[in-house]
């Protein structure tokens, strides 16, 4: 920690340890790099996040940078975006990338899965409305495919189509003459995802140890 | 049953036979070589020179010409022997499923050894290190290559590089050195053997052997992580098991005095150079194979020849130059499967792989065959019950010791810790095979005394781990609950979120600032994509090599391949029966960027599952899309159409073609382009017709099942809502019997699956005026152009 942390950080960190389960280091590197980031101000926005030059190559880089700014990610039981964030909602994305602590509780262990799949779901699901439907999905498959280059977007369309008929007809079976699908919903989505180890799997490792260094001339 | 017995009794009958004949030929040759009496030279003259010599008796009209063909001969049967015997084996599925085929294999292999023992007094076929080490291990160790799974294994790496290179060296250094301090304790008695020896000993019996782990686990689905462990580590510690090999025999051979610092760390200099050397050379044939495959589009016939020339080339070059053939042999397997996947025609990929699995599994049947034969030879036997005892006990114990030494350092660093199970298996994995044999048989006897007794404990110890634990293998893993591997394939939706994943982890590892796992996976994979493809594919490979897009393109040829085969099952592949009055016209407008987008997705290479018939429908170029007039409906995005048209045209065949030509392998297409033009006009206008009464009602509905759930209910789909009210619906009643699931012209084959990719259909053709109507998922779901597509492709499964 730099000299510009004040004794006060010190505790607000030891708080935020607590409620996120990170350890001191990593909030403090994590600190760091939102200084680095945010040029040394209090709040973050989304054209500092949109600057990272390592983004550029990114497929899905507007949704990602957008979950930042999604109140629904930050712990809050609103939904719509904010301008800016601040360190302590930065966390609070990132613990959605921890690790699965060892000797979890069954229960435990499947709310860590419902956050990040909420998190997930969240960054489908654009306008809030609790289900992804087919222009949500397709927008989202057409981002991912897009860099692919050999894609057109027409045939990720078709693709994205092909994915969403799927979910509908493993998660809704069969279906009346009349009822839609409206859109996956997030237990839909959760059923979608059962087979996936996601609590191992969307794992960033939070070194212990400052690596923002070693990519000099890449950040920021 | 009784069929079973009589194939079984005949199969026997026919070893026997086969094999006193050979044994009989090899005596009656010996027999022609002993007694060169004039007669018989004389006889020989006579069909060389064909009434030359002077003291013949007679033309001869047949000869037995033994030695011609001796070599060749003995190959070829003893293949055909090995062949038969698998055959043997697979007789009984119950029996394999409880022991694994290796060990059936060599009880018969056991058996032919007495035979011929019987016959000969003296064991005249013997699995000889040359021709294990040339002829019958590189194939298995390619294929090996060849199909590994990538992205699992360099995930993997990490570990697997710390099992094979640590643990192997762990097994040696212990088993060699328990061996030698029980020698000094006198558990062995007196034999001629010193420390040097043992540790040759330990280093060669250390060794994981891939083909017993492939055997054997073949039978047993372990999850891909703890599997991918185990082979990874077979295959990577031949460069261990060579260095120490070699550094041990070379000691051995200089002597005990001669041995100081410069030797142990040229020793450790060697091994490098071996590991990184052999994997130099099996990654620069990679990038030769590939290349190669870039350029031979006009012999694509010989084009899978290339590949295992070249694989074999690789192997050998690495054993020319003292580096580790093995490694070499897979890293080329490794690296090139990508790029000629893709640059090679479907037809190719498919000879490829389906040679690569004939040679490598024919080797493995002739491998384990021989290794029964070579123990029936009591010359190699000598018995020492202390050496063969203690072998097997260290070998056991230092084996699980070793993993779970290595395991527990190992999961402070892993990102998914291996389990206690994980770790149990892989331990009780560690099978040793004939490469353990082949070795040993390779040593000096002058200077190994006790080569014979070294020989006898190898083959024990190999017996021990193929059969025994090879047996025990499926009734621990289920014993201890071990995860297995999937067994559905992912659904599409899956593969996406895969996708999405990876993307945001790196995304997130990037603003976070870290350097991971994924950061690296990231770099390399941009490297990859702009480099290496661009140096190693074909261009028109190039483009089509998207993961994702591959499997969508699968699904689309799996469709259309059923709606094929519906539309001869029932006889014809029309589908337009009745005239509409649907006031749609069409007029042809983006002809030009059809036309561009068919080739591309049709594109003749992709992905390793070929399918058979896609030549057939290469030729698909119905150059119509569909535009409709925007005076007549507000069209909201005609690129929709053109889209998701794509397929259907794919799938469409012209009424006319059909009519005069009806072949169950031969579908040609359409090229009259005024036709197929008013054909889809028809669809068109068909399609529209269902929508606009589809609108009457409420949505419709859609049932569309993926191929993996297979129930047998009708479908629901165009259900109801059209055949009630479009009375002058397009398709006609017929094709909604059909749809109608299990009754009706399907059949039970309708009741199956709507294999999903109906998809398609969907929102392009969607009457875009009562779309705005209807909430904007809907379109997904607008079943009643599903209804109208081909619903054969509701079939089968294939």
Request: with cysteine.
């Given at each position: 920690?730099?000299?510009?942390?004040?004794?006060?950080?010190?505790?607000?960190?030891?708080?935020?340890?607590?409620?996120?389960?990170?350890?001191?280091?990593?909030?403090?590197?994590?600190?760091?790099?939102?200084?680095?980031?945010?040029?040394?101000?209090?709040?973050?926005?989304?054209?500092?996040?949109?600057?990272?030059?390592?983004?550029?190559?990114?497929?899905?880089?507007?949704?990602?940078?957008?979950?930042?700014?999604?109140?629904?990610?930050?712990?809050?039981?609103?939904?719509?975006?904010?301008?800016?964030?601040?360190?302590?909602?930065?966390?609070?994305?990132?613990?959605?990338?921890?690790?699965?602590?060892?000797?979890?509780?069954?229960?435990?262990?499947?709310?860590?899965?419902?956050?990040?799949?909420?998190?997930?779901?969240?960054?489908?699901?654009?306008?809030?409305?609790?289900?992804?439907?087919?222009?949500?999905?397709?927008?989202?498959?057409?981002?991912?495919?897009?860099?692919?280059?050999?894609?057109?977007?027409?045939?990720?369309?078709?693709?994205?189509?092909?994915?969403?008929?799927?979910?509908?007809?493993?998660?809704?079976?069969?279906?009346?003459?009349?009822?839609?699908?409206?859109?996956?919903?997030?237990?839909?989505?959760?059923?979608?995802?059962?087979?996936?180890?996601?609590?191992?799997?969307?794992?960033?490792?939070?070194?212990?140890?400052?690596?923002?260094?070693?990519?000099?001339?890449?950040?920021? | 049953?009784?069929?079973?017995?009589?194939?079984?009794?005949?199969?026997?009958?026919?070893?026997?036979?086969?094999?006193?004949?050979?044994?009989?030929?090899?005596e009656v040759g010996a027999t022609q070589e002993s007694h060169p009496e004039p007669g018989v030279v004389g006889s020989n003259h006579s069909q060389a020179g064909?009434?030359?010599?002077?003291?013949?008796?007679?033309?001869?009209?047949?000869?037995?010409?033994?030695?011609?063909?001796?070599?060749?001969?003995?190959?070829?049967?003893?293949?055909?022997?090995?062949?038969?015997?698998?055959?043997?084996?697979?007789?009984?599925?119950?029996?394999?499923?409880?022991?694994?085929?290796?060990?059936?294999?060599?009880?018969?292999?056991?058996?032919?050894?007495?035979?011929?023992?019987?016959?000969?007094?003296?064991?005249?076929?013997?699995?000889?290190?040359?021709?294990?080490?040339?002829?019958?291990?590189?194939?298995?160790?390619?294929?090996?290559?060849?199909?590994?799974?990538?992205?699992?294994?360099?995930?993997?790496?990490?570990?697997?590089?710390?099992?094979?290179?640590?643990?192997?060296?762990?097994?040696?250094?212990?088993?060699?050195?328990?061996?030698?301090?029980?020698?000094?304790?006198?558990?062995?008695?007196?034999?001629?053997?010193?420390?040097?020896?043992?540790?040759?000993?330990?280093?060669?019996?250390?060794?994981?052997?891939?083909?017993?782990?492939?055997?054997?686990?073949?039978?047993?689905?372990?999850?891909?992580?703890?599997?991918?462990?185990?082979?990874?580590?077979?295959?990577?510690?031949?460069?261990?098991?060579?260095?120490?090999?070699?550094?041990?025999?070379?000691?051995?051979?200089?002597?005990?005095?001669?041995?100081?610092?410069?030797?142990?760390?040229?020793?450790?200099?060697?091994?490098?150079?071996?590991?990184?050397?052999?994997?130099?050379?099996?990654?620069?044939?990679?990038?030769?194979?590939?290349?190669?495959?870039?350029?031979?589009?006009?012999?694509?016939?010989?084009?899978?020849?290339?590949?295992?020339?070249?694989?074999?080339?690789?192997?050998?070059?690495?054993?020319?130059?003292?580096?580790?053939?093995?490694?070499?042999?897979?890293?080329?397997?490794?690296?090139?499967?990508?790029?000629?996947?893709?640059?090679?025609?479907?037809?190719?990929?498919?000879?490829?792989?389906?040679?690569?699995?004939?040679?490598?599994?024919?080797?493995?049947?002739?491998?384990?065959?021989?290794?029964?034969?070579?123990?029936?030879?009591?010359?190699?036997?000598?018995?020492?019950?202390?050496?063969?005892?203690?072998?097997?006990?260290?070998?056991?114990?230092?084996?699980?010791?070793?993993?779970?030494?290595?395991?527990?350092?190992?999961?402070?660093?892993?990102?998914?810790?291996?389990?206690?199970?994980?770790?149990?298996?892989?331990?009780?994995?560690?099978?040793?095979?004939?490469?353990?044999?082949?070795?040993?048989?390779?040593?000096?006897?002058?200077?190994?005394?006790?080569?014979?007794?070294?020989?006898?404990?190898?083959?024990?110890?190999?017996?021990?781990?193929?059969?025994?634990?090879?047996?025990?293998?499926?009734?621990?893993?289920?014993?201890?609950?071990?995860?297995?591997?999937?067994?559905?394939?992912?659904?599409?939706?899956?593969?996406?979120?895969?996708?999405?994943?990876?993307?945001?982890?790196?995304?997130?590892?990037?603003?976070?600032?870290?350097?991971?796992?994924?950061?690296?996976?990231?770099?390399?994979?941009?490297?990859?994509?702009?480099?290496?493809?661009?140096?190693?594919?074909?261009?028109?490979?190039?483009?089509?090599?998207?993961?994702?897009?591959?499997?969508?393109?699968?699904?689309?040829?799996?469709?259309?391949?059923?709606?094929?085969?519906?539309?001869?099952?029932?006889?014809?592949?029309?589908?337009?029966?009745?005239?509409?009055?649907?006031?749609?016209?069409?007029?042809?407008?983006?002809?030009?960027?059809?036309?561009?987008?068919?080739?591309?997705?049709?594109?003749?290479?992709?992905?390793?599952?070929?399918?058979?018939?896609?030549?057939?429908?290469?030729?698909?170029?119905?150059?119509?899309?569909?535009?409709?007039?925007?005076?007549?409906?507000?069209?909201?995005?005609?690129?929709?159409?053109?889209?998701?048209?794509?397929?259907?045209?794919?799938?469409?065949?012209?009424?006319?073609?059909?009519?005069?030509?009806?072949?169950?392998?031969?579908?040609?297409?359409?090229?009259?382009?005024?036709?197929?033009?008013?054909?889809?006009?028809?669809?068109?206008?068909?399609?529209?017709?269902?929508?606009?009464?589809?609108?009457?009602?409420?949505?419709?509905?859609?049932?569309?099942?993926?191929?993996?759930?297979?129930?047998?209910?009708?479908?629901?789909?165009?259900?109801?809502?059209?055949?009630?009210?479009?009375?002058?619906?397009?398709?006609?009643?017929?094709?909604?019997?059909?749809?109608?699931?299990?009754?009706?012209?399907?059949?039970?084959?309708?009741?199956?699956?709507?294999?999903?990719?109906?998809?398609?259909?969907?929102?392009?053709?969607?009457?875009?005026?009562?779309?705005?109507?209807?909430?904007?998922?809907?379109?997904?779901?607008?079943?009643?152009?599903?209804?109208?597509?081909?619903?054969?492709?509701?079939?089968?499964?294939?």
């Amino acid at each position: 920690m730099g000299a510009s942390q004040s004794a006060g950080t010190e505790h607000e960190f030891q708080d935020l340890a607590d409620r996120t389960g990170f350890s001191l280091e990593q909030i403090g590197n994590i600190n760091k790099r939102f200084r680095q980031l945010s040029n040394n101000e209090e709040t973050l926005s989304r054209e500092d996040l949109a600057s990272i030059p390592a983004l550029d190559n990114n497929p899905i880089r507007a949704q990602i940078i957008n979950a930042f700014f999604d109140k629904r990610n930050l712990h809050q039981n609103e939904t719509g975006t904010v301008q800016e964030i601040g360190f302590e909602e930065f966390l609070m994305v990132m613990t959605h990338f921890r690790p699965a602590a060892m000797g979890l509780t069954e229960e435990e262990r499947e709310n860590l899965r419902r956050e990040k799949l909420r998190f997930l779901f969240n960054m489908h699901d654009t306008d809030s409305d609790g289900t992804i439907n087919l222009e949500e999905y397709r927008r989202v498959v057409e981002e991912l495919l897009s860099k692919a280059g050999t894609i057109g977007q027409e045939t990720a369309k078709a693709i994205a189509d092909a994915a969403m008929l799927e979910v509908a007809s493993t998660t809704r079976g069969k279906m009346e003459p009349d009822e839609f699908y409206e859109g996956i919903t997030f237990e839909n989505f959760l059923q979608i995802l059962n087979t996936f180890d996601i609590e191992t799997r969307m794992h960033v490792r939070f070194l212990h140890m400052d690596t923002a260094t070693l990519r000099c001339g890449k950040s920021k | 049953m009784a069929c079973r017995t009589c194939l079984w009794l005949l199969g026997t009958t026919f070893f026997t036979c086969t094999v006193r004949l050979v044994v009989e030929g090899t005596e009656v040759g010996a027999t022609q070589e002993s007694h060169p009496e004039p007669g018989v030279v004389g006889s020989n003259h006579s069909q060389a020179g064909g009434g030359h010599g002077s003291s013949i008796s007679g033309i001869q009209i047949v000869t037995f010409k033994w030695h011609h063909v001796e070599a060749p001969y003995l190959i070829a049967l003893w293949i055909l022997v090995a062949g038969v015997s698998k055959m043997v084996v697979e007789l009984n599925h119950s029996l394999t499923s409880v022991i694994p085929e290796s060990a059936l294999l060599i009880i018969i292999g056991w058996i032919l050894g007495g035979i011929i023992y019987g016959a000969d007094k003296m064991q005249t076929f013997t699995l000889t290190p040359t021709v294990f080490f040339f002829y019958l291990l590189p194939q298995v160790i390619l294929d090996a290559g060849y199909f590994m799974p990538n992205k699992l294994f360099f995930s993997n790496m990490g570990a697997i590089l710390v099992y094979a290179v640590i643990g192997t060296c762990w097994n040696a250094a212990t088993v060699g050195l328990g061996l030698w301090g029980c020698w000094l304790g006198g558990a062995m008695g007196d034999i001629d053997i010193g420390l040097l020896q043992f540790l040759l000993f330990g280093s060669l019996i250390a060794a994981v052997d891939p083909v017993a782990v492939i055997a054997v686990f073949e039978e047993v689905h372990v999850n891909e992580v703890l599997f991918i462990m185990v082979f990874g580590e077979s295959l990577l510690n031949d460069g261990v098991t060579v260095v120490l090999f070699n550094v041990f025999d070379a000691f051995v051979s200089l002597g005990g005095a001669e041995i100081d610092a410069v030797e142990i760390i040229k020793g450790i200099i060697s091994f490098f150079v071996v590991a990184f050397g052999g994997s130099l050379v099996g990654i620069i044939f990679a990038l030769l194979i590939s290349l190669l495959t870039r350029c031979t589009k006009n012999i694509q016939i010989i084009e899978p020849g290339f590949i295992f020339i070249l694989g074999y080339l690789s192997y050998l070059t690495a054993e020319m130059l003292s580096l580790s053939a093995i490694l070499s042999i897979v890293f080329c397997g490794i690296c090139c499967q990508k790029y000629i996947n893709a640059n090679m025609d479907e037809r190719s990929v498919t000879t490829v792989r389906y040679v690569m699995k004939v040679l490598a599994n024919g080797s493995e049947t002739i491998i384990f065959v021989f290794l029964g034969i070579s123990a029936i030879d009591p010359a190699v036997w000598v018995w020492n019950t202390g050496f063969i005892l203690l072998t097997l006990l260290f070998i056991f114990v230092f084996r699980f010791i070793g993993v779970f030494l290595l395991t527990w350092i190992l999961n402070k660093y892993r990102l998914v810790p291996l389990e206690f199970i994980d770790q149990v298996v892989m331990s009780y994995g560690g099978l040793r095979g004939a490469v353990a044999y082949g070795l040993v048989a390779m040593l000096d006897e002058n200077k190994f005394k006790e080569k014979n007794l070294m020989v006898s404990t190898t083959l024990i110890v190999v017996y021990f781990t193929v059969m025994l634990q090879g047996i025990t293998m499926k009734p621990l893993v289920t014993w201890l609950k071990v995860k297995r591997a999937a067994v559905t394939e992912l659904t599409l939706a899956e593969k996406i979120q895969n996708r999405t994943f990876d993307h945001m982890l790196v995304a997130i590892e990037d603003i976070s600032g870290q350097i991971g796992h994924n950061y690296m996976r990231d770099k390399w994979h941009n490297f990859e994509e702009r480099w290496l493809c661009w140096f190693l594919m074909k261009p028109s490979a190039r483009k089509s090599r998207d993961y994702i897009f591959n499997i969508f393109h699968q699904l689309n040829l799996k469709d259309a391949m059923s709606y094929v085969k519906e539309g001869e099952r029932r006889g014809s592949l029309a589908f337009v029966r009745n005239e509409t009055k649907a006031d749609v016209d069409f007029n042809k407008k983006f002809r030009a960027s059809f036309s561009e987008i068919m080739p591309d997705i049709m594109a003749d290479n992709m992905g390793p599952d070929h399918v058979p018939l896609s030549s057939i429908l290469q030729d698909i170029v119905p150059s119509v899309c569909l535009d409709m007039h925007e005076q007549d409906l507000t069209m909201r995005e005609s690129e929709d159409f053109n889209a998701h048209h794509l397929l259907q045209q794919h799938l469409y065949r012209g009424r006319k073609q059909h009519r005069h030509r009806y072949s169950r392998s031969h579908l040609e297409t359409n090229r009259d382009e005024n036709e197929v033009q008013e054909i889809f006009q028809r669809t068109m206008r068909s399609r529209l017709e269902s929508f606009k009464s589809a609108k009457m009602g409420v949505a419709p509905a859609k049932k569309i099942q993926t191929k993996h759930q297979k129930k047998d209910k009708p479908q629901k789909m165009p259900n109801g809502n059209s055949s009630d009210k479009s009375k002058n619906h397009p398709y006609g009643d017929k094709d909604f019997e059909f749809s109608e699931g299990d009754g009706g012209s399907g059949g039970e084959a309708a009741g199956d699956l709507f294999p999903m990719r109906a998809y398609r259909v969907e929102a392009g053709i969607v009457n875009p005026a009562f779309m705005a109507e209807m909430d904007p998922m809907d379109n997904m779901q607008q079943i009643p152009h599903v209804a109208l597509l081909p619903q054969t492709l509701n079939s089968f499964d294939t």
